[in-house]
């Protein structure tokens, strides 16, 4: 069975930076594709980034030029390095896994996630 175990969330001041971590086990891992998503309070969860199994990435406009995402096929591990954070960055982010190479935002075509974890960013 699939699981995801989201780590490195925190709380950071605007400008700041955090790398967020999600641990994969349960399945072939490189052949999937990879997301992160995040939700903030009273707001639907939002596609923010993805990476397929031979690392094409793909970015929401939003955090394009400011977040990096990356996987390590050999430590079934995903990543997001977050530079430059703002307030509206804040919210609890999450992994997600879908079998296949296509790239999706609607949270409906994954079919596995992690339990999140948080990101804050305050002054």
């Known amino acids: 069975q699939v699981q995801l175990v989201e780590s490195g969330g925190g709380s950071v001041q605007p400008g700041g930076s955090l790398r967020l971590s999600c641990a994969a086990s349960?399945?072939?891992?490189?052949?999937?594709?990879m997301a992160w998503f995040r939700q903030a309070p009273g707001k639907e969860r939002e596609w923010v980034t993805g990476?397929?199994?031979?690392?094409?990435?793909y970015y929401a406009d939003s955090v394009k030029g400011r977040f990096t995402v990356s996987r390590d096929n050999a430590k079934n591990t995903l990543y997001l390095q977050m530079n430059s954070l703002k307030p509206e960055d804040t919210g609890m982010y999450y992994c997600a896994a879908r079998y296949g190479v296509l790239s999706y935002t609607q949270p409906s075509r994954y079919n596995d996630w992690g339990q999140g974890t948080q990101v804050t960013v305050s002054s």
């Open positions: 349960g399945y072939t891992y490189s052949l999937y594709y």
């Open positions: 990476v397929s199994g031979g690392g094409r990435t």
